[in-house]
């Protein structure tokens, strides 16, 4: 049965039921703070209340639900809960709006979203496309098997529809371009991560045709953050205006941003979860309206962009460098297109920073790698001179290329997401 809180009640519920939430609130007036007065969660306090045992966050002992671990990679390891209520009211909002994508009717959709190790996404997906009101064929083989059993069963069951996570696709190249005339792919629908241009350019190399889309945004922390429909460009996402509050404030002030086009945090609130409210809650993306009404007043946002993470770049020494600067310089190489993925990773050597860019390669003669890294490693000094001129004086150290081939870069043990920037300062 659908049950979704009026923000108040909610608000009210979560004060006198999570022990996190009342000491967040204890110095607020609830009855009468505006919504975009409330303190915003903050992150680390938030995790360490949400621990198993001893939980400080939750409104009740857990009797019945569902528990996930987090897909994030940085800190202690996390968890989230559903009820069984709140699980089906999930994936029932967001199986509904994947009608307003593109998918139609008979569509043979691959389910290739990674499985097990209390990870959410396959489950997610799957049970979302049950319940999705357009008729689809539904195929759960998840992306944990080798590329070349993955595409067997794209060939065999004559798949046209693939929902994957980036990377997976990525991994899939070698597979995909050997069956390409087999193979009847006309849509892929992304998530998990960002789909970047240059993994769309390869992807559209092999089929110049294909049709590439968000399945819409969503994380197993807080919820169903936003839909896709047939008008949304790259990185749109429209808000679940019944049941949840999105809101994009400056990273500075924390003040809400009502103006479209200015580039702030999105700040989400489920109005459908209980057991371990989301409520203000950082979800980790910049993002900016690009679509809003006025009634009464009052701002409501409807559609967003997404601009990035903080973990999509890395701060080096006194130097930032971000995952779409690298992007750009490869993209002026003669050979980039022979580059099909890159990671970032930040050490720490006698005492100061180093960046290292790992550079994936298909087919790569790795006799050719010592070149290959010194041309990057030069035209990077050209493009980023303040890197440069920072390891001339000593504060950070040289930039280091490493050439690989695409399954060797790293990827989250557990979830099996691509780890785009990788900082091991903390842990030397």
Known sequence: MSRRFAPRKLLQFANQKSPYYRELYQKCDLAKISWEDLPIVDLPSFWHANSYYNN?????????????????????????????????????????????????R?????????????????????????????????????????????????????????????????????????????????????????????????????????????????????????????????REHRVFTDSTIMEIVDPESGQQITEEGKVGRLIYTNLTR????????????MAKWVESRVVDGKFFGEKFRLEGRSEDGARVGPVTINREDVAAIIKELAYSAMIVDFQMTITRQTTRDQLRLVLAIEGINLDNAKQIGADIIQHFYQQREMFKIAVEDGTIMPLKVKIVIPCDLERNPRTGKLLRVIDHRLEQ
């Open 56 to 104: 400080h966050l939750l409104t009740e002992q857990i009797a019945q639900g569902v528990v996930f671990k987090s897909g994030g990679t940085t800190g202690a390891p996390k968890f989230s809960i559903y009820t069984n209520r709140e699980w089906e009211e999930f994936t029932a909002i967001f199986g509904h709006h994947l009608a307003k994508n593109s998918l139609q």
């Open 274 to 285: 209980s057991l371990m409210p989301i409520i203000r809650y950082p979800v980790g993306d």
């Open 106 to 234: 008979g569509d043979r959709v691959a389910n290739l979203f990674y499985a097990g190790h209390l990870y959410a996404s396959f489950l997610f997906i799957q049970k979302s496309f049950e319940k999705c009101p357009t008729p689809i064929v539904n195929f759960p083989i998840s992306g944990n098997l080798p590329p070349e059993e993955i595409v067997s069963l794209l060939v065999q069951y004559q798949i046209n529809t693939l929902a994957v996570v980036p990377s997976t696709l990525v991994n899939m190249v070698e597979q995909l371009r050997k069956h390409q005339r087999e193979l009847h792919l006309n849509k892929i629908l992304f998530g998990g991560e960002e789909l970047y241009d240059d993994q769309r350019q390869l992807i559209q190399s092999l089929f110049p045709k294909i049709e590439i889309c968000s399945i819409g945004y969503a994380s197993v922390d807080g919820g169903h953050l936003g839909y896709v429909d047939v008008d949304c460009s790259s």
